[in-house]
């Protein structure tokens, strides 16, 4: 009985042992694993230290950090108005002095007329986004204001994705010119970067435009603006009743003048048409007297 007691004692020691030599290899094993994810760490932060430096053909100097989004916002501002005027042209004056005088511009204008001599004409102003609120407001001053409504667009994440887009396609395309420039391969392979250049530059001059497009409407912002003349003017300017009679018969004799000069212009095609048709005609006629003469004599010999 001790024997086994012994035995069952020993047996315990051992196990209590193993399990203190597993535990002690489980903390070694961690302890190397920290330096590892530290090193990992170093290695990120040095990938990420390698992305931030300068592109090679561009300054040397290390450049600070990107704009400040909140701060740094792109917005387009634009405007529409639309004005009852009692005479379009003192009102469509006016207008232009006051585009000018708030450093703007009228970039397109249209005037029209319609049949009971009512004016209308639509402008398109374009003035610095620091006078849009005021001289939107002042354009009321020019009549009676119908509708009127304003926007404000937030470009700011599509503008400055362009610009990273431009400055990733600039170091592409600087290191493929590096490259081309110390190669030293097959022509096959010289021209398939040629090509590969040309493409990005056509790529980089697209995106410049659309940043250009996107600078041009931000500090630009855009106003239209319809003006009619009210109904009433013209009412109230009505035409007597004799003027009426003779304007009717004026346009009787215009109707007239006119259906002779289409008389005339169409005999250009009359007179040819008539010297094709007029031998068929003699034709046809000779054909069916014929005919007849060949039936009279028949019936005369029966």
């Not at 990107?66 to 701060?71: A, H, Q």
């Not at 940043?211 to 300017?237: G, Q």
Request: charge should be positive; glycine fraction near 6%.
């Amino acid at each position: 009985m001790f024997t086994v007691f012994r035995t069952s004692h020993f047996s315990k020691q051992a196990g209590i042992f193993l399990f203190s030599i597993f535990m002690a290899a489980v903390l070694l094993q961690g302890c190397n694993k920290i330096p590892n994810e530290s090193k990992l760490e170093e290695m990120s932060e040095t990938e990420h230290s390698v992305a931030r430096s300068p592109v090679p053909g561009k300054s040397g100097k290390e450049e600070g950090p990107g704009p400040n989004i909140l701060r740094d916002k792109k917005l387009v501002k634009t405007g529409k108005i639309s004005l009852e005027v009692s005479s379009l042209e003192p009102a469509a004056i006016k207008l232009k002095e006051m585009t000018e005088k708030a450093g703007g511009y009228v970039e397109s204008e249209d005037i029209q007329r319609d049949k009971s001599d009512r004016y209308s004409g639509y402008f398109k102003i374009r003035v610095p986004s620091e006078s849009f609120e005021k001289l939107f407001g002042n354009f009321n001053s020019l009549g009676k204001t119908v509708t009127q409504s304003s926007n404000v667009e937030d470009i700011t994440v599509d503008y400055y994705d362009t610009v990273l887009r431009l400055e990733n396609m600039e170091e592409l395309r600087n290191r493929l010119r590096h490259l081309l420039a110390t190669r030293s391969g097959k022509l096959e392979d010289v021209v398939d970067l040629e090509i590969k250049i040309a493409e990005v530059t056509a790529d980089i001059e697209s995106l410049k435009g659309r940043i250009r497009y996107y600078d041009k409407n931000v500090s630009m912002s855009t106003i239209n603006i319809y003006m009619n003349e009210p109904e009433s003017l013209v009412e109230a300017v009505r035409t007597p009743f004799w003027k009426r009679i003779l304007k009717g018969f004026v346009g009787a004799w215009d109707n007239f003048i006119g259906f002779i000069v289409f008389f005339i212009s169409s005999m250009g095609i009359i007179l040819p048409l008539a010297a094709l048709m007029y031998p068929v005609y003699r034709l046809y006629v000779y054909l069916k007297d014929r005919l007849q003469v060949k039936s009279a004599a028949k019936q005369n010999r029966k």
